[in-house]
């Protein structure tokens, strides 16, 4: 016997590709689907819409089938009434709870919808005891005892606002919508970035820079320290290795023990890094460093001298580390979200696994670029459901040289 639900789809569905990806996602879960009704937008501005009935041999698949459809947009015809079941234990969901997308959601109890705060991806729903609010929250935070959102019942997730359509000169990134490719001129995209990074701070929201060791070894860290000056940069979440290089190429002006004005390595340059660390660690921070003016430039120096927020999340490979790192993952997990309200752009350069980390808290309507040599990036993060990432495949050095010097006023490399 089989079992079946309908869902229902409005938007762009055939010139994004959404409905291809629907029906895909349907097939490679062992579910199979039948179009009932279909209306397909006359012209290039229309929408579509779309019912879907979806079948499986279970209920269980088709509740799984129709929540990896709601990452699309699509909501069931009939949303039902959400069911809620305690947590079992500190640290464990129910086995058959909602697990979030990073899209905004609602969830309807007492025959009305309510929003779901923080919305974040590979997450539970949790609503409060007097039924009054709901949030998303790692399975790791959760408490036992918490009220969870279990099945896909009573459950809608809201797909973004279609942008608006503009010029080819304008900041809307419609040129880009192809995703990831090298062979896009440079130039324009980079003027596009700065103009939408203005817009942001026009209307008084943050911008988040993830960002690896990269920027440094590359000389762009000059380049990212006029960004900070020029207030375009209010948060940076790293590992230890960029503040660590960022540090060594300013007390010893090197990085990984390379020369960065000559090129070539230094005797003795190898132990610089940890030479560093150990600096700081003696001051007994980054900031207390740059109170003591045992660092005196750089980006960190400028994080501090700017009152700017910086997370550090450390790895088990990190010499040191230096003594604001995160060593443990969750309290490092958890810092990071605290720093995302407001944050209305992020931009991540040259650091995979952290660009990957904050693609899974950021909410699905914060612009995300992604800037890398290696397009595997910024792919992997859009198959992680970053869907709204951009790519930008260059060398780093390049990229933030170009974009300082579209931001900052007479920004010139020393």
């Not at 069911?83 to 979030?100: C, I, M, Q, W």
């Not at 009305?112 to 705060?117: G, I, L, P």
């Not at 920027?215 to 230890?240: P, Q, R, S």
Request: net charge negative.
């Amino acid at each position: 016997m089989e079992h079946a639900k309908t869902v229902e789809l409005r938007g762009h569905l055939i010139d994004q590709g959404i409905f291809a990806r629907v029906m895909d996602d349907v097939l490679e879960y062992s579910g199979a689907y039948t179009i009932d009704r279909f209306d397909v937008g006359r012209h290039h501005t229309d929408e579509s819409y779309v019912q879907l009935t979806v079948s499986a041999e279970t209920p269980e698949l088709v509740e799984r089938i129709v929540m990896r459809l709601q990452t699309h947009g699509a909501n069931p015809l009939d949303p039902g009434i959400a069911a809620l079941k305690p947590a079992p234990r500190d640290g464990v969901f129910p086995e058959d709870f909602y697990s979030t997308t990073n899209f905004d959601t609602q969830v309807r109890l007492n025959g009305s919808w309510m929003d779901v705060e923080n919305s974040e991806m590979d997450c539970g729903i949790i609503v409060s005891e007097d039924r009054a609010t709901a949030k998303t929250l790692p399975v790791s935070d959760v408490k036992a005892g918490e009220l969870v959102v279990c099945g896909g019942e009573g459950v809608r997730v809201l797909p973004l606002p279609e942008p608006e359509r503009k010029s080819p000169e304008s900041s809307n990134f419609e040129f880009m919508s192809g995703g990831v490719s090298s062979e896009r001129p440079q130039a324009l995209q980079v003027r596009q970035i700065a103009e939408r990074m203005r817009e942001v701070k026009a209307r008084g929201e943050k911008i988040l820079w993830v960002g690896g060791p990269a920027i440094v070894h590359t000389g762009a860290g000059k380049a990212l320290e006029a960004l900070i000056n020029e207030g375009y940069v209010d948060v940076i979440f790293a590992g230890n290795a960029l503040a660590a290089h960022d540090i060594e190429s300013n007390l010893f002006g090197t990085s990984l023990g390379v020369d960065l004005d000559k090129g070539h390595g230094v005797p003795h340059g190898h132990e610089h890094h940890i030479r560093a660390i150990n600096k700081i660690r003696t001051c007994g921070s980054i900031a207390e460093a740059v109170e003591q003016d045992v660092l005196k430039g750089g980006i960190m120096h400028a994080m501090v001298k700017n009152k700017k927020e910086f997370v550090l999340v450390g790895s088990v490979r990190d010499d040191g580390p230096l003594p604001d790192v995160h060593t443990d993952v969750i309290e490092g997990q958890r810092a990071m979200r605290a720093a995302l309200p407001g944050v209305g752009f992020a931009i991540m350069v040259a650091t995979m696994l952290h660009s990957i980390a904050t693609g899974n808290i950021l909410p699905a309507k914060v612009p995300l670029v992604s800037v890398d040599i290696n397009p595997a990036t910024v792919t992997k993060l859009a198959d992680r459901g970053s869907a709204q990432a951009i790519g930008v495949i260059t060398d780093i050095g390049l990229f933030c040289e170009q974009l300082a010097g579209e931001l900052v006023v007479g920004y010139k490399r020393d």
